[in-house]
């Protein structure tokens, strides 16, 4: 295999070329944190309100914490005005552990778009420049994009608003190949993200549709990005990023998790998240999050049904760890059979 330099954005080198979504709702501490013991190259953290940092609302200050363990990472921030931005940016500068501070300007949901942030960028070259522009002077550390390659299909300015990143000195941009129509739906559009890496020279990150090792090599093939992005496919599912890193490295797929693997890891994210907000929500949290754990698990929708109905986690640990035993019953069954 070729030698490629490794993926460094400014001054920080990860470790390889696989990186974690930001996610809302999701990508907190206690996710992150388990999602980079499996290998990831660069995790990021969900978006941030600008104004909530302005306004030190405890609940966004909250979710500045970053675990050493879990660096390099980058913090993203979303806002439609560049003084408040600005403000937000300078405060994660500061006053937290982050690596790298990158700008959304890709959440296509209706409340983030009223306030002019997220998506709302995409039509607007001009916007990007003068916004990117101003936090990159305001800051000591690296500045970033997450964007989508357009508003709608009449409307893909992917190019022009990565080269405005470019020009503002942004230090690289993720592309998430969907536009704000297409919300989560449809297919990710790899060749404009091809297009997005010709046509810059800052390290450009692939995103969407990677949902297996095997669709990561292609991305990085069929599209010359520096690393590739991966979301979805990583909820419940934090195997998928070390299996992805061990293709990448050495072309060997390593097999799926067992029942009592899965559940191990789920039980640990459930630690992690009691820790950090308390077990009444973290248990409302990990509802769905074991949901995700327990996909391709026999007879998951039973189980998922009676997580739902859990109020405390003594309950939700009984579940899980009876799921583990009825798995190790049935191979003993089977075993019997033969």
């Not at 696989?18 to 499996?38: D, I």
């Not at 942030?117 to 994009?145: H, I, Q, R, S």
Request: charged fraction near 30%; include cysteine.
């Amino acid at each position: 295999m070729e030698e490629k330099k490794p993926f460094q954005i400014g001054d920080i080198v990860m470790a390889n070329r696989v990186v974690l979504a930001p996610m809302a709702g999701v990508s907190n501490v206690a996710f992150r944190l388990t999602v980079k013991e499996f290998g990831a190259g660069l995790v990021y953290a969900e978006m941030i309100s600008d104004k909530g940092l302005i306004l030190r609302n405890k609940k966004t200050l909250d979710m500045l914490y970053i675990d050493e363990r879990e660096k390099p990472i980058a913090l993203q921030i979303f806002g439609g005005e560049k003084e408040t931005l600005v403000e937000a940016a300078k405060f994660v500068d500061q006053h937290t552990n982050a690596d790298i501070i990158d700008i959304n300007m890709g959440c296509p949901v209706n409340k983030i778009i009223k306030c002019e942030a997220g998506a709302k960028w995409l039509l607007n070259p001009d916007k990007v420049y003068e916004m990117v522009a101003a936090v990159v002077d305001a800051v000591e550390k690296p500045v970033t994009v997450k964007m989508r390659i357009g508003w709608d299909d009449e409307h893909i300015f992917a190019v022009e608003n990565a080269q405005a990143i470019e020009r503002a000195g942004g230090s690289a941009v993720a592309v998430h190949g969907r536009t704000r129509v297409q919300m989560y739906e449809g297919k990710a559009n790899w060749e404009i993200i091809r297009q997005v890496k010709e046509n810059v020279n800052i390290p450009v990150i692939g995103n969407g549709d990677v949902e297996t090792p095997q669709d990561a090599k292609r991305m990085l093939d069929e599209t010359g990005v520096d690393a590739v992005m991966i979301g979805r496919a990583a909820l419940g599912n934090p195997w998928m990023i070390y299996q992805t890193v061990q293709y990448l490295e050495t072309g060997e797929l390593k097999p799926e998790p067992s029942v009592q693997e899965k559940i191990d890891v789920c039980l640990l994210h459930f630690d992690r998240l009691i820790k950090l907000k308390g077990e009444f929500v973290a248990v409302r949290e990990m509802r769905k999050h074991a949901a995700w754990y327990l996909k391709g698990i026999r007879g998951n929708g039973i189980i998922r049904n009676a997580i739902n109905q859990v109020e405390t986690a003594e309950e939700l640990r009984a579940i899980l760890n009876n799921v583990v035993e009825q798995s190790r019953e049935q191979q003993e069954r089977e075993m019997h059979v033969v």
